[in-house]
């Protein structure tokens, strides 16, 4: 690639105005939250929310023209893109591991405030053999659904990439209904101690990472419905992929650890 800095595999990125949108878009986000918190006003936060999906479609539109169409994504650029993805993983690993911190260093050893037993007393945990099971055999299975989609694209098999990754994609959407519903019929608050806190961070926080992995497959739903992918070029699919396998196991943890043990 030949620019006016000289010859090298790089991509360096033309002047965008998204990361500017992005950030106030961010910024009337967490501002819109604590307004709905304490005032009860949802304007600025749907103001935010718009402003935000939309920042998102133009940004990615971008990367995609860039990727599949000017042919920009070297070698070199590909390398770098996985590399950011896996030490993006990698701090979300950490970022999960300090709420399971917080959870053991709480349920080992129960404090007398919570009646010095676990789960605290007065608090009814879910049957980890109900919903939760049922939402760990919902995500194993998106697992090898994705898995599945991820060979046929290597496979150039079209068809069944499609069919595969659409079935990945309404797996996500239904552990994401199921697990609203156990909030809903929830015995307990967030409120309801140390147990209810520990609880609803966890376990919210992880649904939050099968929405965002939900819509990540779900773009490179359309992709591969454009055609956007082949056998030898798919690092945004595969990325998606890392990502699906990562919450995965975190569930798989968050329900042994803390709905069937800590329960």
């Keep these: ?46 103001l935010g ?42 701090s979300e690993v950490l970022f999960f591991f300090s709420f399971f911190w917080a959870f053991f260093h709480s349920s080992l050893a129960p404090a007398v405030e919570i009646g010095i037993s676990w789960p605290p007393a007065g608090i009814k945990p879910f049957n980890p053999f109900q919903i939760p099971l049922l939402n760990t055999t919902i995500l194993l299975s998106s697992g090898a659904t994705v898995t599945w989609a991820h060979h046929s694209i290597i496979e150039s098999n079209h068809s069944q990439a499609f069919q595969s990754l659409l079935m990945t994609v309404l797996l996500g959407v239904y552990f994401t209904g199921l697990q609203a519903l156990e909030y809903f ?12 806190s520990t609880f609803f961070v966890a376990t919210g926080f992880h649904g939050l990472h099968v929405i965002i992995g939900t819509a990540f497959l779900t773009v490179c739903l359309y992709r591969l419905y454009m055609c956007h992918f082949s056998s030898g070029h798919h690092f945004g699919f595969e990325a998606a992929a890392w990502y699906w396998h990562f919450v995965d196991v975190v569930w798989l943890f968050l329900y042994i650890c803390i709905y069937w043990w800590g329960g």
């Design 49 to 90: 929310v718009i402003a935000t999906l939309l920042t998102m479609i133009q940004w990615w539109r971008d990367v995609t023209r860039e990727a599949t169409y000017q042919g920009l994504h070297t070698v070199a650029v590909s390398k770098g893109l996985r590399w950011g993805m896996i030490l993006f993983i990698l």
């Design 185 to 196: 019929e929830a015995p307990f608050t967030i409120a309801d101690s140390v147990y209810g």
């Design 1 to 46: 690639m030949s620019l006016s800095h000289g010859f090298h595999p790089y991509h360096l990125v033309n002047a965008s105005p998204w990361p500017l949108t992005g950030s106030i878009s961010a910024m009337m986000l967490t501002t819109g939250l604590v307004k709905w918190f304490h005032e009860f006003n949802i304007n600025l936060l749907m």
